[in-house]
């Protein structure tokens, strides 16, 4: 069995990661991930051992040693003494991730599109920044978004991103990509804390998706972590009708 896609997409090609003799136990973490997310081991599986590890990655096994760990840290792994590392059969870190909205409207057959509406640096207001653990105004880089279905705006999204982990993002960076899944490919997502409400849509996300201000709106708020750091706080709102479907 192979990871959800979801998953699949934390986990970034290993080949340009760490030359043969040159590896950190990151790189070695990511390659461990690749040959899980490629159905090589499976949920179950012995993987190899440490020195086997270290013996064909080239590096020292405290390195391999402290990837290995920390993979177990996040559910990924299980290690045994006397038995080996297996494969999590369900890894728990499937359970707090959802699928991207661009998945979730092509998956509905539908065309995908999204505008990138606000993309500055500011000040944390006190909501995110109680839920990302940070100090109210502290410096972020603040995305607003609005994602379409076949045409029809089906969701607004805004995000506050920890600069510390995400400094490379750029307004050019999210002409083709959205910020989820820029994060998802250049941070190293280990957790997620995910609260879903209904609300009143705000006058800045009611108007763009052309309904009334105070509407009662499907909200996810979502927080990203990379270990005990912060990555980025969202607040999405979605479109009356539209449903959200989540395989692992």
């Known amino acids: 069995m192979k990871l959800s896609p979801d998953v699949a997409i934390l986990v970034p090609s290993d080949s340009n990661t760490a030359r043969r003799g040159h590896r950190t136990w990151r790189s070695v973490q990511l390659h461990v991930l690749s040959r899980i997310r490629s159905g090589e081991w499976k949920p179950g599986d012995l993987i190899s051992t440490e020195h086997q590890l270290a013996s064909e990655l080239g590096c020292a096994r405290a390195t391999v040693n402290r990837a290995l760990r920390e993979l177990a840290e996040?559910?990924?792994?299980?290690?045994?003494?006397?038995?080996?590392?297996?494969?999590?059969?369900?890894?728990?870190?499937c359970a707090v991730l959802l699928p991207s909205i661009r998945r979730e409207v092509e998956e509905a057959g539908h065309e995908f599109r999204f505008d990138l509406l606000e993309f500055s640096s500011t000040k944390l207001p006190a909501q995110p920044a109680t839920a990302m653990h940070m100090v109210t105004?502290?410096?972020?880089?603040?995305v607003r978004s609005l994602f379409w279905a076949d045409?029809?705006?089906?969701?607004?999204?805004?995000?506050?991103?920890n600069p510390a982990v995400a400094g490379g993002m750029t307004a050019e960076a999210l002409e083709s990509v959205t910020a989820y899944e820029?994060?998802?490919?250049?941070?190293?997502?280990t957790r997620a804390n995910i609260e879903l409400s209904a609300s009143a849509a705000t006058e800045s996300e009611a108007v763009p998706m052309g309904l009334p201000t105070g509407a009662p709106m499907l909200t996810i708020n979502r927080t990203l972590w990379s270990q005990e750091v912060a990555i980025s706080h969202a607040r999405q709102i979605f479109a009356p009708g539209y449903s959200i479907t989540s395989s692992f």
């Open 74 to 93: 996040t559910g990924v792994i299980e290690r045994r003494r006397k038995v080996g590392t297996r494969v999590a059969e369900v890894p728990t870190y």
């Open 137 to 142: 105004g502290a410096p972020v880089i603040f």
């Open 151 to 161: 045409g029809e705006a089906c969701s607004h999204e805004t995000k506050w991103v």
């Open 182 to 189: 820029w994060l998802s490919r250049n941070t190293t997502v």
